[in-house]
């Protein structure tokens, strides 16, 4: 008696990875989840599936009919037709690429194995999509971990991150762990953080610096989950991130030593102190009123709050520079910006411009005090100071 067999044979060089199932591999799905494809991702795509996880070995063993789902969506975009192909092609592609992805994990936690391996032959720009993407991640995601101890205990947490922020939590997983991977890297590196984080993993300039903020915040512990400060994005915290990298650390004066960018320069802290006199000099105080009121009058609506309220603004200010040696109020410094001075000025309704006009002013008109010597180190100051409080100034 004879026996046909069929069999599916593809031979080819080049390892074919589409990136449409290689975000359904990132993103985490599972059989028992389900989730819907918007208009602008996929114009064709608007049902809600389940998507398979096929993320250890045994799911393509034992059960390769839950890939089913996501073949389900790729015909819903109408691969079939453009590709014309069977369903049954489609199902063993999407089976293979799961698989594929699935080898090349491994790789991905260490880049530059990625272009030196043989397994796989993968052009330049395809690794670079491949690993810019497993390093890319959930802003809503990483605003709920940001500041907090890349640790096990947090590690355990993301359950619960994961039903409030709608992340899969092997997605969350995926993330943190890349954090973590990335942290304990360059913990170990001396030079520019944003570089190193660079070159290590290969990322782009853009992803790198989102990177050195979370590494900057993670060491640091600075608070980012009081209800006051909900307003503010990931984006907000890594552009305020990025000015203090680059004027407060160890690594602003000195590129190459141990602690790189991560540390605030421990002398630049204890010089703050300097700057109290501002407040506790009652003629410097007056004077530098006065120097600031002039130059603003005539320039805003909100003038005469600016004038009343001056004081209080800059002892804010001053004060928030002189505790900064402290560990406790280093990690509260967004909240005291928030605090001291951003609710203040936003009860008195100040526009952005407002703000930019008086802290512009109130930074150069000290350089005019008679009695003021710490212009270098107030310059130092005020210019992240100005940045943070600009970029943090919103709804």
């Known amino acids: 008696m004879r026996m046909s067999v069929e069999l599916d ?29 918007s208009h602008t991702q996929h114009p064709v795509i608007h049902k809600i599936y389940p998507i398979v996880d096929l993320s250890c070995e045994s799911c393509f063993l034992s059960s390769p009919s839950e890939v089913n789902d996501a073949v389900k969506v790729r015909m819903e975009g109408g691969v079939l037709e453009e590709c014309e192909a069977s369903a049954e092609v489609l199902h063993s592609d999407t089976m293979d690429q799961y698989r594929t992805f699935q080898m090349c994990e491994r790789l991905l936690h260490s880049p530059a194995k990625l272009a030196n391996q043989l397994l796989f032959q993968i052009p330049p720009h395809r690794q670079a999509m491949l690993i810019e993407r497993y390093y890319a991640f959930d802003g809503v995601f990483v605003r709920e971990v940001l500041g907090k101890k890349l640790s096990k205990g947090t590690k355990k947490d993301l359950d619960d991150v994961s039903a409030k922020t709608g992340v899969t939590l092997k997605s969350c997983r995926r993330q943190f762990d890349n954090f973590k991977r990335v942290f304990k890297v360059v913990e170990e590196l001396k030079g520019p953080l944003v570089e190193n984080i660079r070159q290590h993993f290969l990322l782009s300039d853009q992803l790198a610096r989102n990177y050195a903020a979370i590494v900057f915040f993670a060491n640091n512990r600075f608070e980012t989950g009081k209800k006051k400060l909900h307003y503010l994005t990931f984006q907000d915290f890594a552009f305020c991130a990025g000015q203090l990298i ?10 190459m030593v141990e602690d790189m960018d991560v540390d605030l320069e421990k002398q630049f802290l204890q010089d703050l102190k300097e700057l109290k006199i501002l407040i506790t000099d009652k003629d410097l105080l007056d004077q530098h009123k006065s120097l600031v009121c002039t130059a603003l009058r005539g320039k805003t609506k909100v003038f005469n709050e600016m ?62 005090l008679d009695t003021f010597k710490h212009q270098v180190l107030w310059d130092r100051y005020m210019g992240v100071i100005k940045s943070c409080i600009l970029k943090m100034y919103h709804d």
């Open 9 to 37: 044979v593809f031979v080819g060089n080049t390892t074919i990875m589409d990136e449409e199932v290689y975000q359904f591999w990132l993103d985490g799905y599972t059989g028992n989840t389900t989730f819907t494809i």
């Open 307 to 368: 004038e009343t309220n001056f004081k209080n603004l800059s002892r804010g200010l001053v004060n928030i520079a002189v505790k900064l040696t402290n560990t406790k109020d280093v990690r509260d410094f967004f909240i005291d910006l928030v605090e001291k001075f951003i609710e203040p000025c936003r009860s008195d309704k100040w526009t952005a411009g407002d703000m930019r006009l008086f802290l512009t002013h109130y930074t150069n008109s000290a350089h005019i």
């Open 246 to 255: 680059s004027y407060w650390t160890v690594g602003a004066v000195d590129n």
